[in-house]
């Protein structure tokens, strides 16, 4: 079932179980981390010959958070709006707060979509948990951008 037609370079579509692999596998490519992958949440994005070319979801926690998660778009791919596309989707059918983790230069792009970076004090308890490692990992292993968690809603 295809959702929508963006141009005539690439649709949107929900996973399908023959996607899984797909989806693990774009996930590795962009290098974002690899858990909580359950291909019933997730929208792909499909170039004219049907291959996948971007992914994402919105994952449920356990504390009844929602992050939106995974937006990976592949490098022959960038800059022709897919994951403009994707979270525009996402952001449709889960209007309510969302959370997000990424790295700190792509702030600018998720404060597009009214995402807001929030302060370790103001994050729920499982983000200010992933923080901290964060930091402690930093601290062994250098990293050029920091962590942002970000809200919206």
């Not at 059918?93 to 959370?99: A, I, M, S």
């Amino acid at each position: 079932m295809e959702l929508s037609s963006h141009s005539l370079e690439y649709t949107l579509r929900p996973a399908a179980a023959t996607d899984a692999v797909t989806i693990r596998h774009i996930i590795s490519v962009v290098h974002i981390n690899p858990t909580g992958l359950n291909w019933r949440r997730f929208i792909l994005a499909t170039g004219q010959q049907d291959e996948v070319i971007g992914c994402g979801q919105v994952k449920p926690h356990s504390d009844g958070l929602q992050e939106l998660a995974s937006i990976s778009v592949l490098p022959p791919w960038r800059g022709k709006g897919v994951a403009r596309a994707i979270i525009e989707h996402l952001l449709e059918q889960h209007p309510g707060k969302l959370y997000l983790t990424c790295r700190s230069p792509l702030g600018p792009l998720y404060e597009k979509f009214g995402f807001v970076a929030i302060q370790l004090d103001d994050m729920p308890p499982y983000y200010q948990r992933l923080s901290h490692l964060v930091t402690l990992i930093n601290k062994v292993f250098p990293q050029p951008d920091s962590l942002l968690v970000m809200r919206r809603g």
